[in-house]
């Protein structure tokens, strides 16, 4: 665009130039005097120019640089509502191991009662070692299932944080502002420390 108006003003101050110089060539005498955008006789090429440059200028608004703004945009709103529905799914699946880990530990003590109510007929040495054998195996259970939620669970906020921070720095991004890693970091793990408390 500076580049028609810069062709636009050379071709101007060149007509000015020969319309002076033919002027003079002719014996005429110089009455012009002032700026050249100001002649009256300059006034149709000047606005012919004027309009075509704001034409050129409209096109390449409208159809270059617009589009690849709207482009730019809704990538941004695509890669954040991903990651939205990603910190949503790790969530779900956190809820879904802490159901099966407290239905583990349920069925562990239901079948631990079931054994306890059978051998109690029997004799004080058998309930005793039938007792010892079942607490044994339900925390072996629960301990096994206590370590598969822990980790679980330590995989789920680990992935959570990291999509928390990836979201935050993309939306600081996405508002003009610049990142700092280390403060969406630290506003995460604030966050995340109220959240699991």
């Known amino acids: 665009m500076i580049s028609l108006l810069e062709v636009a003003a050379t071709v101007a ?6 319309s002076v110089a033919s002027s003079v060539a002719y014996g005429e005498s110089e009455t012009a005097t002032g700026l ?3 002649d009256l006789s300059t ?3 000047q606005i012919f120019w004027l309009i075509i440059s704001l034409l050129v200028l409209y096109w390449v608004v409208a159809k270059i640089a617009l589009p690849r ?6 990538d941004r709103q695509g890669a954040i509502t991903g990651d939205l529905m990603a910190a949503e799914e790790f969530k779900l699946k956190a809820k879904e191991a802490e159901a099966a880990y407290d ?5 562990a003590r239901a079948e631990a009662g ?3 109510a059978a051998n109690r007929a029997e ?3 058998d309930l005793d070692a039938a007792i010892a054998h079942a607490d044994a195996e339900i925390a072996a259970r629960a301990s096994e299932s206590e370590g598969r939620i822990r980790q679980i669970r330590d995989s789920a906020d680990s992935d959570a944080r990291d999509v928390a921070r990836d979201v935050a720095a993309e939306l600081v991004r996405a508002f003009g502002g610049t990142t700092d890693q280390a403060a969406i970091d630290q506003a995460v793990d604030r966050r995340m420390k109220g959240v699991l408390q």
């Not at 101050?13 to 020969?18: G, L, R, V």
């Open 13 to 18: 101050a060149d007509e000015y130039t020969e």
């Open 36 to 38: 050249p955008q100001l």
């Open 43 to 45: 006034f149709g090429n």
């Open 69 to 74: 703004i709207g482009a730019v945009l809704s």
């Open 103 to 107: 239905k583990a530990l349920a069925d």
């Open 114 to 116: 079931k054994i306890v």
């Open 123 to 125: 004799i004080q040495k």
